[in-house]
């Protein structure tokens, strides 16, 4: 694909985030984070709500239901986009928003283009208890009463057999993300303190492989984030420091785990189907061949899996290391805390917590550019990776951003 001509067409001229808590005393739903994200990025960029022409927001929040959940949106924020939509491949949309919004600027269609995810389940619903029927097959897998990691435990099992991944490879990642976490002040383990291999490998069994801190906490509140896109012939016009999109890709493949078996000759599973190659790979691809970047250019690093495992398997469809060679990557320090790649800086989902939906992941690269981090602040960050997944390693948006045009 010739996409050359979007590389940093657009940037970011602002990101802002809305975190409510489930200890607050007035609990928030999605709906009113979002709006106070975004009233926190009109003030801060300056931008009036007339001027903006298109809407894209994430899938609707599990706790707020209503038919049209873009609609809703424009309704409280009392705008009148001229282009507007949900983008709905799980938290693979969240991106996904941001690249819909690249489009219709590169098009001419709008000069400005908000983009805003949110989620707030944990508040209102119980998640534990309801997340794998929305992420198993109604007729053919939720019979059984499958959880969500069992789910991704199948995919667990054939990685660690076909590459010969062990448990404390897979452990190393749940220590190094709470390194993280302890320095943020939102992060759901920060106060936990630091964890040990054993720690994880001794920890309960949740579903094989996978133990208890193999898998990722919910984030104990909601959050939603807000992000205004222009052309960058105009950014600079109203930011001074714009962050430039300078790469994406979308790749999805499937919506149940079943259905992964019935993939043939679509990347990445050209030779025939896989429970272990992802979309990642291809949307990651596809992003630096647009950005001009590989991964040897990358300062940091953000994604959204929710499993060690799936952590370890990022890491190779990313481009950090060769296919299988995660776990001896993050074995031989390629993510420690101290020297190696800046991955997960929030703590990642193991330990700041999964809230679906996280434009708030590509907000931590663009403070950290910026040096504006709420934790560790990390040097030098000239260019960033996001990528947002979504569903049992189903849909996969990846993202890179610059500090240079």
Request: charged share 15%.
């Amino acid at each position: 694909m010739n996409t050359h001509k979007l590389a940093r067409s657009c940037a970011i001229v602002g990101i802002t985030r809305a975190i409510g808590l489930k200890t607050d005393k007035e609990k928030k739903t999605p709906l009113q984070l979002v709006v106070e994200a975004c009233g926190e990025l009109f003030r801060t960029t300056g931008i009036d709500r007339t001027k903006i022409g298109a809407l894209f927001t994430g899938r609707m929040p599990r706790s707020y239901f209503t038919l049209q959940y873009s609609q809703s949106v424009l309704n409280e924020l009392k705008i009148a986009p001229v282009i507007s939509t949900e983008v709905t491949s799980h938290g693979g949309g969240a991106l996904g928003t941001i690249e819909l919004a690249a489009l219709a600027l590169n098009a001419g269609l709008v000069d400005y283009a908000l983009c805003v995810t949110g989620e707030a389940s944990p508040i209102w619903i119980d998640m534990i208890g309801g997340s794998a029927n929305w992420e198993a097959d109604l007729q053919f897998e939720a019979p059984y009463g499958p959880t969500t990691p069992s789910l991704y435990a199948q995919s667990a099992c054939r990685y660690m057999h076909e590459y010969g991944i062990s448990s404390r490879q897979m452990a190393r990642v749940a220590v190094e993300n709470r390194k993280w976490a302890l320095h943020h002040p939102y992060a759901a383990m920060h106060k936990k303190g630091e964890i040990t291999v054993d720690d994880v490998v001794n920890s309960p069994m949740i579903a094989s492989p996978l133990h208890l801190l193999d898998c990722a906490p919910w984030f104990p509140g909601g959050i939603a984030s807000a992000a205004l896109i222009t052309r960058a012939d105009i950014a600079k016009q109203i930011c001074p420091n714009p962050t430039y999109i300078a790469g994406f890709g979308q790749w999805n493949t499937h919506e149940w785990v079943g259905e992964r078996m019935g993939t043939w000759n679509v990347e990445p599973v050209k030779k025939g189907p896989s429970m272990v190659r992802t979309g990642a790979k291809v949307a990651a691809d596809n992003a630096y061949a647009m950005s001009g970047l590989s991964a040897a250019d990358i300062n940091i690093a953000e994604t959204s899996v929710p499993f060690t495992f799936a952590n370890l398997l990022m890491l190779e469809e990313l481009g950090f290391c060769g296919e299988g060679e995660g776990g001896r990557f993050v074995e031989s320090g390629g993510i420690d805390f101290d020297g190696g790649l800046p991955f997960n800086t929030t703590g990642g989902y193991l330990s700041f917590g999964q809230s679906g939906q996280g434009l708030y992941l590509l907000k931590e690269i663009v403070d950290q550019m910026w040096n504006q981090a709420e934790g560790k602040p990390i040097a030098g960050v000239e260019n960033g990776l996001v990528h947002g997944h979504g569903g049992p390693l189903g849909c996969h948006s990846v993202m890179i951003v610059s500090k240079n045009n």
